[in-house]
């Protein structure tokens, strides 16, 4: 605890220093007094870490009192910009992420699929006691002795189907973001997320109950589907921008010959 104590101030100095460059070019587009905003929270955390490596002469608990005020102060001016910055977008017509419909669908599978990761492990942990089989010796001295620092075939088909989905959900989180960014049809990209959740859970649920051969490998054959549709639709837009032809590592070259025409 000393050392993050320690510690602490210099993470409060380096980040505040840095904080301006990231919120200045955010607030660039918006107004001035986004711009005051993001000054006057640095100017803050300089402050809070200045006060926190002096001490002020306080006690530890006297301390931790002037932290605790300087985070709940910080937190409300981090809440404050956040939220102008988003009603200044607004204003300007500029879109907002939560306001793209495919986005919002990509979200809500793309939380579901999280959420059976966190269940999958929470399972392999409860089948872990259940069969006292532990992978580090200090947890299978505290649950019995060294005998059970052992593997267990129903523990390793946990990790298994825990270690698959984090080979596909993961992916999956790239490319459904960036598909939303594309404006699909609402339909077509809620179809693409449901067939590659329904087809992750129900791979799960073959991997952890061992239903009969073929069921897991159809559900995987399924959920992969609509990944290679995002992908493929994803690589077209990205060759095809706008309709134009040009392909997007050919686009600096045609700058570049352009310029170098206007100098001649």
Request: with cysteine; hydrophobic share 45%.
């Amino acid at each position: 605890m000393s050392g993050f104590r320690s510690y602490s101030p210099l993470f409060l100095l380096v980040s505040a220093s840095v904080e301006p460059l990231l919120t200045m070019e955010t607030t660039s587009q918006c107004s001035w007094q986004l711009e005051l905003a993001a000054v006057w929270h640095s100017a803050w955390r300089i402050g809070a870490a200045l006060v926190s490596m002096s001490g002020w002469g306080l006690e530890s608990q006297g301390r931790m009192h002037v932290s605790s005020r300087v985070m709940g102060v910080e937190a409300a001016v981090l809440t404050f910009l956040h939220g102008a910055e988003e009603i200044c977008r607004a204003k300007a017509g500029a879109p907002t992420m939560m306001g793209n419909t495919v986005f919002l669908s990509f979200t809500f599978y793309s939380t579901i699929l999280i959420l059976k990761m966190y269940v999958v492990a929470i399972i392999t942990g409860q089948v872990r006691l259940r069969k006292k089989a532990f992978a580090n010796p200090e947890d299978a001295l505290r649950n019995g002795g060294l005998q059970y620092y052992r593997e267990d075939p129903d523990v390793e088909r946990c990790r298994r189907a825990h270690r698959n989905d984090m080979e596909n959900i993961f992916p999956f989180l790239f490319l459904g973001a960036v598909y939303s960014l594309l404006d699909p049809s609402p339909a077509v990209a809620r179809i693409h997320f449901f067939i590659f959740c329904a087809g992750r859970i129900m791979h799960t649920v073959a991997y952890l109950l061992k239903l009969r051969a073929p069921t897991r490998s159809v559900a995987y054959s399924v959920a992969q589907l609509p990944c290679f549709s995002m992908a493929l639709q994803i690589l077209l837009a990205a060759v095809l921008r706008d309709g134009a032809g040009a392909a997007p590592w050919r686009a600096g070259q045609e700058e570049g010959s352009e310029d170098n025409a206007k100098l001649c």
